[in-house]
């Protein structure tokens, strides 16, 4: 059974800080990571994509990915109530398009 | 920009009625997915498709569902006897090979059923 694990939340941060979220996998032989952001009643909307480790920067938004520690996070810098929402770990176990395995998401709370 | 759109936005129905959802997946895209969320709960994979075959289900998606794409363009789920526990949002989502593969979702169709 492939598992993805994220800390469900709340995660409270104040407006302007750095909101730091996590997921682990089961698969090792996964091969790319996703993170997407829901609001209430929506959507999964892709934030950004990662499948090599280190680091990858788009705007505000750092992922970072460890495959030896099955390990993947997501850094939001300057975080504004607008990025309140839940955030969805989703990891692709094989190549070639193949299915999402999300995680059950971490609802981020920016207070003003 | 191109994305997925789906139809109806929300649908009501009976247990036991036949529903069909619909999406029209981005244009140039040629795999197709539905998943479901059920309220509260994580987003599940139904069903891929691609090459107008099914690629991989779930064991959710049991012989009660089935998926076709009638032409060129849309993409459709089939619940032929809905059960209460079919009440969900079902999102389509589609992928090209680029990119990572990465998959665009659609606004989703809230399913109830009474």
């Known amino acids: 059974q492939k598992e993805v694990e994220q800390n469900s939340g709340p995660l409270s941060v104040p407006e302007g800080a750095i909101a730091s979220l996590n997921c682990t996998y089961s698969?090792?032989?996964?091969?790319?990571f996703f993170w997407y952001r829901q609001y209430s009643g929506k959507s999964p909307e892709l934030i950004m994509f990662?499948?090599?480790?280190g680091d990858k920067e788009d705007g505000r938004f750092t992922a970072q990915l460890n495959k030896a520690s099955q390990y993947v996070s997501l850094l939001i810098r300057d975080s504004q109530p607008s990025d309140s929402a839940t955030y969805l770990c989703?990891?692709?176990?094989?190549?070639?398009?193949?299915?999402?395995?999300f995680g059950k998401g971490t609802r981020l709370s920016v207070i003003a | 920009e191109p994305e997925v759109t789906q139809t109806p936005s929300h649908q009501v129905t009976q247990m036991g009625q036949e529903v069909i959802l619909r999406c029209v997946p981005i244009?140039?895209?040629?795999?197709f997915y539905w998943y479901r969320q059920i309220l509260g709960q994580k987003v599940e994979f139904l069903v891929s498709?691609?090459?107008?075959?099914?690629?991989?289900k779930s064991e959710i998606f049991d012989d009660q569902f089935s998926v076709e794409r009638p032409d060129g363009s849309n993409f459709t789920l089939k619940i032929r006897s809905t059960k209460l526990e079919d009440s969900a949002m079902y999102f389509c989502?589609?992928?090209?090979?680029?990119?990572?593969?990465?998959?665009?979702f659609g606004p989703g169709t809230r399913l109830l059923v009474l």
């Open positions: 989502a589609s992928s090209d090979s680029g990119e990572a593969e990465t998959q665009y």
């Open positions: 698969d090792r032989g996964s091969q790319s």
């Open positions: 990662i499948y090599s480790n």
């Open positions: 989703a990891v692709m176990p094989n190549s070639g398009n193949t299915p999402l395995v």
């Open positions: 244009s140039n895209h040629l795999y």
């Open positions: 498709f691609y090459n107008n075959e099914i690629s991989e």
